[in-house]
């Protein structure tokens, strides 16, 4: 039986992230996952995710961001390749909209000049949008496209031959953790679980508490090419009304622009992910840049499908839910993190590090926006 410290079951960003972390510390850890980099399965696949300094979600997320942030420069210097591509992040709503006037205090509590523009300076800066006159908008600097495609195959190669690249299945036991693989066994003193969509299937004591749901992302043809090209079209996010936000990027790979809803789709399996994105699922996308980035509005071009897995919202502290989990499980050797809601892959570096220290600093917890504790059954 082969032995470790910890091991880190589930590979994506926060995983891939947190066995990093471990390594660099120079933990004698392990890393298992059966799928590799370039899988169109689990939360973190596809070529980019969206970086943004100031998150309309929680203000404390700033100081996350920015460790996440040095974390991502650090990556990219001593690789070479290109993690963090800069983009400004429009921000867009109706009147008095929630999410424009979160960002914007999360701007101005961090000392950075006021982000607020009229929608009418907003379309003649970015002629490819088409914003109604009463919207409110802010435009951030310090965005990026986080190119997600090349930080996975980074952290594999750096991990090398500390990855497992198997299923596996867990035991908890008052010492440690077994863990079982097709072809070896394996007991790792602590576990960490980042199992994205799968965590409730894992825990399901903690099912109730995650919602699965499907999200529809297409890659759209634009109708004015030289307005959306990067430097022209900022990385931008809509917000339409409840439930009804669309976000996007500029056409920075000669694919199109890529849209998706930002909100809570149909409620699926783990493993539900198929079929592919339908015309249906991808028209509302579509009408919304018809309505808004005129510029960005064309036939569809290709198409994909990712899983949120979000948090229930807490009911010991004001919580509106979609809050990360990253905690010790009670009673045992296990760290969780999941239920990143959607929004957690910016923050791989700074999450990773702290599921690191959760599985070698028993003194340490994290933030108490993340912890079990904030609902009564783990309180």
Known sequence: MRKCEVAVLGLGLMGGAALGALLDAGVDALGFDPIGPGSDRGSSHGS?????RFNFENPNYTSLSDEAHAGWIRLQSESGQTI???APVLEAGRPGSAMVA?????????????PMLTAAQANREFPAFSLPDDWDVVVQDGGAILHTGVVMTLMRARARDRVIPERASFTPHHDGVSIRTDTEEFFAERAILALG?????????LAALLKVTRQAVGWFAPSSPESVSLGRLPIFILDRGPDDTVYGFPDFEQRGVKAAP??????????DWGPQASDGELRPIGEALAALV??????IIDRDVCLYTNTAPADRRPDAGEEFIIDRWPESRL??????SGHGAKFAPAIGQRLARLATDPSYQAEPFFQLSRYSRFA
């Open 48 to 52: 980019c995710r969206i970086f943004r």
């Open 294 to 299: 005129p510029g960005a509005a064309g036939p």
């Open 197 to 205: 969509p799968w965590l409730g299937r894992a825990l399901p004591q």
């Open 262 to 271: 930002h909100n809570h789709g149909p409620v699926v399996g783990p493993d």
């Open 335 to 340: 760290i969780v993190c999941s239920a990143c």
């Open 84 to 86: 963090l591509t800069e």
């Open 102 to 114: 979160s960002s914007r205090a999360a701007a101005i509590a961090k000392g950075r000049p006021d």
